[in-house]
């Protein structure tokens, strides 16, 4: 399929020659003669990349770029400048416009800002993350989630905490024909009734108390695109009826909408409990069930891929080390042995928060047994005799961090130091405090 371009300029002149040299690219062009026209064009389609003029009357590029950016941050826009405005460039730069082209400007110079817009930026993304795996059995769904990342059918993901639902649900986005398109994820255990509804479907201005702005809703910002529907157990049977409407229908209510809009959403839902369970409690709807279970997808738990934990180890070793720019670079034939043994109630994603811990807390360019803290040993009861004193002190420093969320001042309080004590111990230890702050463990510390 051939890139889409959304053009923008109030001058039909400049319209119609850049849609002849694009076209010219190969590329598909639309066209809009104002900001208001462009935005609604690309609220409609999907545009790989936006071209729009800084200065035109009602909205301006600037403006236009912004709001393409709330809908689609990963969409570029390219800003067109008159010779000369170079501070309106210099802000639309900071809004987040991909480049700008001073006009008048010849079909190379645009040919060459075209072709770097559109290339491929998953390596740069943090949200294209590689699934890393030896196992048949995993290797088995992936083969699978490629083959169905084809159609436009719902898809189930089971799995336990921590086995890598959503990174599946992204493999499958990224290997669909919807890959340019918008990747949107909500849980739904994270917001009460009323305010996941409006989430997901929007809200008119004025439905309810606090509804000052009209607002999208999830499933029309990810129109042309995926939409991830995380923890899909946990949502209110009320809000079960409306999106069994919304599937079947393939259109959307907003909350106090006349009419409903069209969408062209795949969705995808995650669900970490057995939901033939849930059917049977009364909390979950079997024709909800049964729609989005047309594909299921199981993802193992690590314990049943056990010739996963070594390489997964490895893989968070090599990144881990890069992050914090710490030299380890491999682990004794001890700690292999011990990751083996575990069981891996959190699945891969205790494997990787225990990996980052033993990267940190490495003294040489070996990980030891001793660096691995697995949740059975946290605890003083483990703290017996056989360790150092100051190992235990170590070990009890961290746990104390960990169990307050890495508030210093109270760890200190708990184990009567000064913060300033802690902060030393830190840094004896090499380790960056900021590790233990909850679900602070992703990306550089
Ligand atoms: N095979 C894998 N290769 C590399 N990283 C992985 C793999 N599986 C999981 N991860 C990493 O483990 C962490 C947890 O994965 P993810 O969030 O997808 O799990 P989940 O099943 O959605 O968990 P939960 O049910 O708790 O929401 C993430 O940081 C993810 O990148
Ligand atoms: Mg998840």
């Known amino acids: 399929m051939e890139p889409r371009v959304l053009v923008v300029d109030d001058e ?54 912004k709001e393409i950016k709330r809908i689609s941050p990963r969409t570029p826009v390219v800003l067109l400048t008159a010779y000369g405005t170079i501070e309106g460039a210099v802000e639309a730069m900071k809004e987040g416009a991909f480049d700008f082209l001073q006009k008048p400007f010849s079909p190379e110079v645009l040919r060459d800002v075209v072709s770097r817009a559109l290339r491929p930026r998953d390596q740069d993304s943090p949200k294209s993350r590689p699934i890393i795996t030896q196992s048949p059995l995993m290797l088995e769904v992936l083969d699978m989630a490629r083959e169905v990342a084809k159609s436009s059918a719902p898809i189930l993901i ?14 499958i986005h990224e290997h669909s024909p919807r890959s340019r398109g918008p990747f949107v994820a909500i849980n739904c255990a ?25 607002k999208k809703g999830k499933f029309e910002l990810a129109h042309g695109g995926t939409i ?39 969705p995808i839902a995650t669900s970490n409990q057995d939901l033939s369970e849930r059917i049977r409690q009364g909390k979950f709807r079997e024709d909800l069930y049964f729609r989005l279970n047309v ?87 483990r703290m017996g005799a056989g360790l150092s004193l100051r190992e235990m002190e170590k070990r009890l420093i961290i746990e104390t961090l960990r169990r307050v969320g890495g508030n210093r ?5 708990l184990l009567g130091v000064s913060v300033r004590t802690i902060r030393n111990k830190l840094k004896e230890y090499g380790i960056d405090g900021r590790i233990f702050a909850k679900g602070g463990n992703d990306g550089a510390v």
Not at 158 to 171: I, M, N, V, W
Not at 229 to 253: H, N, T
């Open 158 to 171: 089971t799995g336990e905490s921590g086995t890598g639902k959503e990174l599946l649900a992204r493999y």
């Open 295 to 381: 594909v299921h997808l199981k993802l193992p738990p690590l314990r049943e891929r056990e010739e996963d934990i070594p390489l997964l180890a490895e893989y968070f070793l090599e990144k881990y080390a890069r992050l914090n720019g710490k030299p380890v670079k491999e682990f004794s034939p001890e700690a292999l042995e011990k990751l083996s043994r575990y069981s891996w109630p959190g699945n891969v994603r205790q494997l990787e928060n225990v990996i980052h811990r033993a990267v940190l807390l490495a003294r040489s360019e070996r990980i030891t047994a001793e660096d691995l803290i697995l949740e059975e040993e946290i605890g003083v009861g």
């Open 190 to 214: 994270a917001l009460p009734e009323g305010l996941l509804e409006s989430e997901l479907f929007g809200h008119e201005r004025g439905s309810f108390t606090g509804a000052v702005s009209q």
């Open 409 to 413: 001042t109270r760890a200190a309080k």
């Open 228 to 266: 991830l529907l995380d923890e899909i157990s946990e949502m209110p049977l009320a809000l079960q009826a409306k999106l069994l409407r919304v599937l079947q229908e393939g259109e959307i209510d907003r909350v106090g909408g006349l009419k409903p809009i069209p969408v062209d959403v795949r």
């Open 12 to 65: 039909p002149s400049m319209c119609r020659a850049l849609s002849a040299v694009l076209e010219r690219f190969g590329l598909k062009v639309s066209t809009a003669l104002d900001g208001l026209q462009g935005l609604t064009k690309f609220r409609r389609d999907v545009y790989d990349l936006v071209i729009a003029d800084l200065k035109m009357p009602g909205m301006s590029g600037v403006e236009l770029l």
